[in-house]
C-alpha cells in the first residue's frame, strides 16, 4: 500500500500542492487531475522518489520510501513523459537492454512480441530515432509487459501521441495490471475508460 | 563487488545479490558498448584527437632529439589527459537528455555499480585505445623502449582514474549551462595529481631511476577514486535529477 502525507511540493519559488494525503491500495487506480503546471509531473516524480517533497512523507508498505530505497524500486515502474529511449537503438533492442538494467532478462522474441501486440511489427528492428513519437510511446509502453512483477506502475500521460487504435490496448493493460492487485498512477487530459474495480481521482491545483 | 554494499541499505550482501550487481555492471557495460558501436565518429574523436596533438608537438618543436625526448613524457600526458576531458561530455549527457538516466536511477541495482559500468564502458572506448596508440607515438619524441613501456603501464592505470574522477565533474555539472568549461574547471585540479606522478613515471626511467613509486602513487590514485568515485557521482547525479 501506498500512503502519501502532508505532501508539499515547491518548485523555484513556487508553492505547487500542499497538505496533499491520499492513500493508494493493492487493485486500485488513481488519476491524477489538473490543468498544466499544476504539479502533476512533480507528484508522480515524487512519488518514484526522484524528488524530494518539500515536506510531508511517502510510505510503501509502511516504511518511508527512502529509507526501503532498492526494495521500493523493485516495486515500481515508472513510465515518465520522456520516453526513455535510445535512439540509436533499436525498438526490440530498448526493450531488453532496458529490461537487463533492471535485472530482469527477455528474449528477442519476447521483446518483438510486446511490440507487435502494440502494433509495431515492422517498425521493431529500426532505430527508433526513424519512429514517430507515437511509435516511440508505444515502445516505451510496450515495457509495461515485463513489468507485471512490480505492483506499483507510476505513468506520466500514457495516452499522449497514441492514435486511436492503441489506446484501448493501453487501457487493457492498465485494467489487468489492477484487476490482479497492481497500483496505477497516471495522468491525462484525454477521457479514456479504463475498467477498474476501484477508480479514483486526484485534483490538483487548489493552490493559487 | 562489495564496494557497492556501502550504498545499499539492505543488509550483508548474500551471494545472489552479488550475482545480480555484476549482472547490471556488465548490462551497463554492454549496453553503452553497443551504443558506442552505432555511434562510432563520437568514439574516433577522442582517438583523432589525441593522434593529433601529440604529433603536431614534433613538427612545430623541430627535430631537436634531446629537445624531443625531454617533453615527450610530458606532451603525452597532457594530450592523453585533454582526450579524456573531450570524452567526459558525452558520458551522462544523453543519457540525462533522453530520459534513460532516469530510469537507471530506478533500477533496482544500486547506482553506483551502474555508474561504474559506464564509467568502464567509457574507457573502453576512449582510453583504451590511447593506452594502445602511445608507444606508437611515443616513438615520434625518440623515447627507449623502457620509457615506452613506462609509459604503456602509466596510461594503462592513469586513464581509468581520469575517467572515475571525470565521472564526478560530470555528474555535477548535468544540467548546467556550458557544462563543458564548468567540467574542465571542476575536473582539472583533480587531474593534475596524475598527470604529476604518471610523466614522472616515464621521467624517472628515462633518468634512469626505478619507476615503482610513481606507479604505486598511479595505482593509488586509481584505487581510491575507484572507491569514491562511483558513489560521489551517484549521489551528484541523485541531485542533478531532483
Known amino acids: 500500500m501506498l500512503q502519501a502525507h502532508r505532501l508539499e511540493c515547491i518548485r523555484g519559488e513556487r508553492l505547487l500542492f500542499r497538505d496533499l494525503d491520499f492513500a493508494l491500495n493493492p487493485g486500485e487506480l488513481l488519476r491524477v487531475e489538473g490543468p498544466n503546471g499544476s504539479g502533476k509531473t512533480s507528484l508522480l516524480r515524487m512519488l518514484c522518489g526522484l524528488l524530494s517533497p518539500a515536506s510531508g512523507t511517502l510510505q510503501w508498505q509502511g516504511a518511508d520510501i527512502r529509507q526501503l530505497g532498492e526494495t521500493y524500486r523493485a516495486a515500481l515502474t515508472y513510465v515518465g513523459h520522456q520516453n526513455a529511449l535510445k535512439a540509436d537503438l533499436s525498438g526490440v533492442e530498448n526493450l531488453q537492454l532496458g529490461e537487463a538494467l533492471a535485472g530482469v532478462t527477455i528474449t528477442r522474441e519476447a521483446a518483438r512480441e510486446a511490440l507487435t501486440r502494440l502494433g509495431l511489427a515492422i517498425a521493431a528492428d529500426l532505430p527508433t530515432r526513424l519512429l514517430s513519437q507515437g511509435q516511440c510511446r508505444r515502445v516505451a509502453l510496450a515495457r509495461l509487459m515485463f513489468r507485471a512483477r512490480c505492483p506499483l506502475w507510476v505513468l506520466d500521460e500514457p495516452f499522449v501521441a497514441l492514435d486511436t487504435a492503441v489506446v484501448p490496448e493501453i487501457a487493457a493493460l492498465l485494467s489487468a495490471h489492477v484487476r490482479t492487485g497492481g497500483m496505477v498512477v497516471y495522468t491525462t487530459h484525454q477521457d479514456v475508460p479504463i475498467e477498474a474495480g476501484e477508480r479514483r481521482s486526484l485534483r490538483l491545483g487548489g493552490v493559487q | ?242
Open chain 2, 1 to 242: 563487488m562489495n564496494r557497492a554494499g556501502i550504498e545499499s541499505t539492505v543488509p550483508p550482501s548474500t551471494a545472489a545479490q552479488e550475482a545480480s550487481l555484476a549482472a547490471a555492471f556488465v548490462a551497463v557495460v554492454r549496453r553503452d558498448l553497443l551504443l558506442a558501436m552505432r555511434r562510432r565518429a563520437d568514439v574516433l574523436t577522442t582517438l583523432v584527437f589525441f593522434v593529433i596533438v601529440v604529433s603536431l608537438f614534433p613538427l612545430g618543436i623541430g627535430p631537436e632529439l634531446n629537445t624531443l625526448r625531454t617533453i615527450g613524457p610530458g606532451v603525452l600526458w597532457v594530450a592523453a589527459l585533454l582526450a579524456a576531458m573531450l570524452a567526459l561530455n558525452r558520458l551522462f549527457a544523453a543519457d540525462y537528455a533522453d530520459g534513460t538516466l532516469e530510469q537507471m536511477v530506478l533500477t533496482p541495482q544500486p547506482l553506483s555499480v551502474l555508474v561504474l559500468g559506464k564509467v568502464a564502458a567509457l574507457w573502453l572506448t576512449t582510453g583504451l585505445p590511447l593506452v594502445v596508440m602511445a608507444p606508437l607515438l611515443g616513438l615520434q619524441y625518440a623515447l627507449p623502449a623502457e620509457a615506452l613501456y613506462t609509459l604503456v603501464i602509466a596510461l594503462a592505470l592513469g586513464t581509468p582514474a581520469l575517467g572515475l574522477i571525470g565521472a564526478v565533474g560530470a555528474a555535477l555539472t548535468l544540467g548546467a549551462r556550458g557544462p563543458g568549461v564548468l567540467v574542465s574547471l571542476l575536473v582539472l585540479p583533480l587531474y593534475v595529481p596524475v598527470l604529476i606522478f604518471g610523466a614522472g613515471a616515464v621521467d624517472a626511467v628515462m633518468s634512469g631511476l626505478d619507476a615503482g613509486g610513481h606507479l604505486s602513487l598511479l595505482g593509488a590514485l586509481l584505487l581510491v577514486s575507484l572507491v569514491v568515485a562511483p558513489l560521489a557521482s551517484a549521489a551528484a547525479l541523485r541531485i542533478a535529477l531532483d
